[in-house]
């Protein structure tokens, strides 16, 4: 978030000569070039003016996080990207590994829960809506929660890029995918279908995400906001 006060130019000149002058965001559409003081963990949310909770951001990345946490850093954001029709895959992965408590955001359950079968209703809007709403609650949340999310396409009107910036964010993403001929066989309709053939030419998998995963995590390692790269982070001691 844009800030209001100003914090002691020390602090701004330590994190600087420690971590660089270099957005530590990269978030989509990032200049590079460190103009704002960013605080890791939210003012918002108590996040002290500390060379420890201090990164230089891009003035767009700064804007663009509006307050989203960096994985542990309150809740652990977990996505679990599925191909059209396969959300019932995502949800079994997700029973095996969540506690009782954690919250799980899926849209053909958010459907569900209106009474309604998305995939032929005019009412796939408000379902998306709550998708949404859900997601910028939990992205937002300092409680130290797993959330879990399904999702088929990583990307929104609003958020063009979305796969990026759970990268960025260092969310833990998994991609469940029963193959092509399975999920095509699931589709219903032509327009299931095309949903289908559309969502394997983004030619995501695991190794992807992945291999982006890895360097993403040796930078926030190098930035002083992660131990090492290793694959399941814990929560940062704060
Ligand atoms: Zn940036």
Same mark, same amino acid.
Request: charged share 40%.
């Given at each position: 978030m844009a800030r209001r006060h100003v914090i002691d130019p020390r602090v701004r000149t330590e994190v600087i000569e420690t971590y660089g002058n270099t957005c530590w965001l990269g978030l989509p559409g990032c200049t590079q070039v460190g103009a704002e003081d960013d605080h890791i963990v939210p003012y918002s949310h108590?996040? $002290? +003016?500390?060379v420890a909770n201090i990164r230089r951001a891009c003035k767009h990345c700064n804007s663009s996080r509006q307050d989203r946490v960096l994985y542990g850093y309150g809740a652990r954001l977990h996505v679990v990207l599925v191909p059209p029709c396969c959300e019932s895959d995502a949800l079994e992965y997700i029973e095996a590994r969540r506690s009782q408590d954690d919250p799980v955001v899926c849209a053909s359950r958010l459907a569900e829960s209106m009474g309604v @079968? $998305? &995939? /032929? /209703?005019? *009412?796939g809007k408000a379902v998306g809506m709550a998708w949404s709403g859900a997601y910028r609650q939990f992205a937002t949340c300092g409680a130290p929660i797993d959330v879990w999310l399904v999702r088929v396409?990583?990307? /929104? $009107? $609003?958020?063009?890029r979305m796969l990026d910036e759970w990268l960025a964010l260092d969310y833990d993403v998994r991609v469940v995918d029963p193959g092509f001929a399975e999920a095509f066989g699931r589709a219903a309709n032509i327009e299931e279908r095309k949903l289908v053939r559309q969502w394997y030419g983004l030619h995501l998998s695991q190794a992807l995400i992945d291999a982006r995963q890895q360097a993403r995590r040796a930078r926030l390692a190098a930035l002083g906001l &992660?131990? *090492?790269? +290793? @694959?399941s982070p814990s929560r940062p001691v704060w």
């Open positions: 108590g996040g $002290r +003016d500390t @079968e $998305r &995939r /032929s /209703s005019a *009412v396409m990583p990307s /929104s $009107r $609003r958020h063009p &992660r131990a *090492v790269a +290793d @694959e």
